[in-house]
C-alpha cells in the first residue's frame, strides 16, 4: 500500500509540473482596429491587402520580406486586433450568415499562424515553436498559445476543432485552414465572404487535390498516395 501511494504521489507530482511548465501562454497585440474599420459587420480587406503583397502566385507566404517590413506587421497586428475584439461568439450581429462566421474563424486562424510565424521567425518549421515539455509535436505552437478571438483566449487547436470544425461539419475547411507547414494547403489571398464563400471553399479544394503533392494515383502499382491531411483527418 505504502508503495502504491508513493508511485500515485510521484505521477501526481510529474503532471503538475507537466502542466505548470506548459500553462498556457496569451499572446497580446495591443494596437488599434485598421482605419475605417466598419461600425458593422467584420472587414477582412486589410489582411486581404496584406496576403497580396505578400503571397507569391504559387501559394508562398513572404515572412522573410513582411518580418522585416514594420508597417506591414503593424497593419497584421491591426487586423488581429479586431478579430481579437469580435468575434461570431461576442457580436453575433457583425456575422449575419454562417459564411461570415465561418471566414472569420478560417481567416483569422491563418492570420494568428503568420503572426506567430513572425514572432518567432526565423524558423524551420511551426514545431520549433516547442513548448517547455514537448511530448506531443506541435504542442507549443497549436496548444499552448493562446489567442484572443472576441475576448477569449484560443488555441488553434481549439478553434480548428470546436468553432470550425464541430460548428460547420464541411470538410472543405481543410483546404483553406493553413498551419504554417509545407504539408498544409497553401494560403490564398483572396478572403471573400457572404455567398462567394462557396466559391472559395470549392476552388482550394479542387485545386488541392489536384495537385500531385497532396493526391498522386501510381497506375502501375495500383497506389494512391495522399497528402497526410486525409490521415489525420
Known amino acids: 500500500m505504502r508503495a502504491l501511494i508513493l508511485i500515485l504521489a510521484a505521477v501526481a507530482v510529474v503532471v503538475v509540473t507537466f502542466l505548470w511548465l506548459n500553462r498556457p501562454q496569451r499572446v497580446q497585440v495591443d494596437t488599434s482596429p485598421p482605419a475605417g474599420f466598419p461600425a458593422e459587420g467584420f472587414s477582412h480587406a486589410s489582411f486581404e491587402s496584406l496576403l497580396i503583397r505578400r503571397v507569391s502566385a504559387d501559394g508562398e ?33 457583425r456575422f449575419p450568415t454562417d459564411q461570415d462566421a465561418l471566414a472569420y474563424w478560417m481567416y483569422s486562424y491563418n492570420a494568428w499562424v503568420i503572426y506567430s510565424v513572425l514572432e518567432n521567425w526565423p524558423i524551420n518549421s511551426v514545431t520549433d515553436v516547442r513548448a517547455p515539455l514537448e511530448v506531443v509535436r506541435g504542442l507549443g505552437f497549436f496548444y499552448r498559445q493562446r489567442f ?17 470544425r464541430k460548428r460547420f461539419r464541411d470538410p472543405r475547411i481543410h483546404f483553406v485552414l493553413n498551419c504554417g507547414s509545407e504539408s498544409c494547403p ?40 495522399l497528402s497526410a491531411i486525409f490521415r489525420m483527418y
Open 148 to 164: 484572443l478571438f472576441g475576448g477569449e483566449y484560443l488555441s488553434l487547436l481549439t478553434v480548428e476543432n470546436e468553432r470550425i
Open 61 to 93: 507566404v513572404d515572412y522573410q520580406g513582411w518580418h522585416a517590413d514594420a508597417d506591414d506587421r503593424a497593419a497584421l497586428n491591426a487586423y488581429l486586433t479586431a478579430v481579437g475584439r469580435y468575434s461570431p461568439v461576442a457580436t453575433p450581429e
Open 186 to 225: 497553401v494560403i490564398r489571398p483572396e478572403l471573400p465572404t457572404g455567398e462567394a464563400l462557396e466559391v472559395l471553399l470549392d476552388q482550394a479544394t479542387h485545386d488541392f487535390l489536384v495537385d500531385r503533392r497532396n493526391v498522386e494515383i501510381d497506375a502501375s502499382d495500383r497506389q494512391i498516395r
